[in-house]
């Protein structure tokens, strides 16, 4: 069987199968507010712990305010930077075009300098956004899955989901996938519930039911695997 990387929110990993596999590039998709930038960070975080240093790379997150707010989960991301176990990266959609064209440059260089294993984009939609057409959207995402790829980082995207604009991601980047979480915020009986569902996977069976995820302030991300959601 293939290796694993743990993320570390415990439910998400039992479910899985231990994680996502090394070296694959995950989306994980989800309106505003529903757990995007947790997940990708409690990612990370649980990488540092393992010894695999991690990049955040984000045009959406301020630094200042992800830290802050981090550290209610118990996440010392200042240490870690300071550790060079952790990287925040600010980098506009056109940045990003720009090191697929020149493939690399000073991604390149803090992922071999500070031997990168995990990496995340937060996120990937407005990128997605550059591009006119369809084809030149699957140019791009294949140019970005193979730079993930000679990076072998194990990498997980970030993905606005505003459902009223299904090309927010191309249809090309979920083909080439390795798997797709979605994240829901939904409403029910007047109430907002949270939960999980993965969309795809390749290479394992999962459980094809909706389960249940909460939010708890020092711990992070909870996926309850046994509790089914039925909005
Ligand atoms: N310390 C905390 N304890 C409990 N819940 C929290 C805490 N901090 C944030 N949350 C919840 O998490 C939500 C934000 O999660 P997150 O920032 O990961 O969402 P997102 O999907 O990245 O959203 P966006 O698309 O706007 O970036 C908040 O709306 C809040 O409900
Ligand atoms: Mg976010």
């Known amino acids: 069987m293939a290796e694993k990387v743990q993320t570390g929110i415990k439910g998400f990993d039992i479910l899985t199968g231990g994680g996502f596999k090394r070296k694959s590039v995950n989306i994980i998709v989800g309106g505003p507010g529903s757990g995007k930038t947790i997940f990708c960070i409690e ?51 056109e940045q990003v075009k720009k090191v697929l064209i020149e493939g690399g440059g000073v991604v ?33 995402s294949l140019a970005l899955f193979e730079l993930i790829n000679k990076w072998e980082c194990t990498a997980l995207l970030a993905s606005q989901d505003t459902s009223k604009d299904e090309h927010v991601v191309s249809a090309a980047m979920e083909f080439e996938a390795d798997s797709i979480i979605i994240l829901y915020h939904m409403k029910q009986k007047g109430e907002r519930i949270r939960a999980l569902e993965i969309l795809k996977m390749r290479g394992i069976g999962y459980p ?9 302030d020092g711990k992070g991300i909870l996926v309850d695997p046994t509790s089914v959601v039925s909005f």
């Open 108 to 140: 390149d260089n803090i992922i071999t300098k500070q031997k990168v294993k995990r990496l995340v984009i937060d996120s990937i939609s407005s990128f997605a956004l550059l591009y006119e057409d369809e084809l030149s959207r699957k140019q791009a």
């Open 208 to 216: 094809e039911r909706t389960v249940s995820l909460g939010i708890k």
């Open 43 to 93: 990612f990370l975080v649980e990488g540092i712990k393992k010894g695999e240093p991690g990049i955040y790379i984000t045009f959406e997150e301020k630094k200042t305010k992800l830290y802050d707010d981090m550290k209610g989960f118990g996440w010392d991301l200042e240490k870690y930077e300071k550790e060079g176990k952790f990287t925040f990266l600010e980098y506009t959609p």
